[in-house]
């Protein structure tokens, strides 16, 4: 997001912002993530005072998500109609998630070894998934190319009902 350049942000913005942040219960990992995906700051101090109030509000609305449900995560809590986690919202990726792309790695007949890392580095330029979004492409990606070696539709959801056991 551009925001003007204008005043650096006063001491009163910063309180606001860790009062709105501790609910959450985010990380220091996570939430610094947020602040250098959507606007480019190492810390709340870095910020002016229009990137302030928006993290105020983009906070607070990340607040009405996780005060309506009591689930920890709030990518797969449900949500209000017409509601969704904002688009640049930075989780870690989930134990399920790490799991799910083992299994599906392992299901995946590789020419070499190293085939998985080589092709998650060629394909997504990642060395390791560390982030649930990133999880999620790379999971995608395992069950197409599951569906493809093996010919079938039924593969990639057969793995996912039997716990990464294929029946054939």
């Known amino acids: 997001m551009d925001f003007p350049v204008n005043s650096t942000i006063d001491a009163k913005t910063v309180r606001l912002i860790h009062v709105v942040l501790s609910p959450l219960g985010l ?7 947020v602040l250098e995906r959507r606007y480019s700051a190492a810390s709340s101090k870095d910020l002016t005072q229009a990137q302030g109030d928006d ?18 995560c ?16 930075v989780y870690p990726v989930s134990p399920e998630q790490l799991s799910m792309i083992d299994r599906l790695s392992a299901a995946i007949k590789w020419k070499r070894p190293d085939g998985f890392e080589r092709w998650l580095l060629r394909y997504f ?3 390791d998934v560390e982030w ?7 999971i995608n990606a395992l069950k ?4 493809s070696q093996h010919r079938c539709g ?6 996912e009902k039997n716990g990464g056991k294929n029946d054939r």
């Open 27 to 33: 990380s220091d990992e996570v939430y610094r993530g």
């Open 125 to 127: 330029g990642l060395t």
């Open 132 to 138: 649930s979004r990133e999880a999620s492409v790379v």
């Open 74 to 89: 709030d990518l797969c809590m449900p949500r209000e109609k017409g509601t969704s986690v904002p688009a640049d919202a």
């Open 55 to 72: 993290l105020v509000h983009y906070l607070r609305r990340l607040t009405r998500h996780k005060s309506s449900s009591k689930l920890s």
């Open 144 to 147: 197409r190319l599951l569906k």
């Open 154 to 159: 039924a593969c990639a959801r057969s793995l």
